[in-house]
DNA sequence: CGGCTTTGACCCGCGC
DNA sequence: GCGCGGGTCAAAGCCG
């Protein structure tokens, strides 16, 4: 069976930190490269990814799993990176028509709805979905040729908290990082 | 003027 | 086949 680590945030307690991303394009494994920034509650990934039906529609299709289970997952894998990345391994990341890749989903509480992961969205669509009267937000990765998706709504139970579904690999690094609390801004140079 | 957001229309899969 | 729901398109408008 497939199998999906997250490498460890940096902060145990989930809060910001200054470190950049990490982001190093494989063409045996496929990284999935989560911000640093990002302050994250709850995770979730997708693991129908080969099965065939069910494109996953919701969050609750997504399987949940938690920082110790990651770092339980990365003991078993005798994991030596210190990279920050989410890595989907053994498979192909084309899954249905429209598919870019592996889905995974954060739920972090949050006032705002636009958190800076580092990469640039572009917004294509918005949507009410059934059961939660919040709008849903869909954005595409601004890179030419990058087909990354991202989704972001807010938690139908729970409104202070904010759903963030990334679908897809960034093929090319990070364009930039931001502000960090008081950190200054900084460029990536690739 | 270029890049972005907005917004209704359109498309597609799925269940009945 | 039809309706529904979710996802995407693309024209128009906005803004720096």
Known sequence: MDFYFVNPHPNPNFGYSTHMNHHVPSSSSHEFVVSDYLMLDDIWIDQTRHDQESRSQSIESLEKVTFDDVNHELELNDATSNNNNIKYK?????????????KIAFRTRSEIEIMDDGYKWRKYGKKSVKNNHNLRNYYKCSSVGCNVKKRVERDRDDSSYVITTYEGVHNHDIPFTSYCGQISFQHYDA
């Not at 053994?90 to 592996?102: A, H, L, M, R, W």
């Open 90 to 102: 053994n498979g192909s990341i084309k899954g249905k028509k429209g598919e870019v890749g592996p």
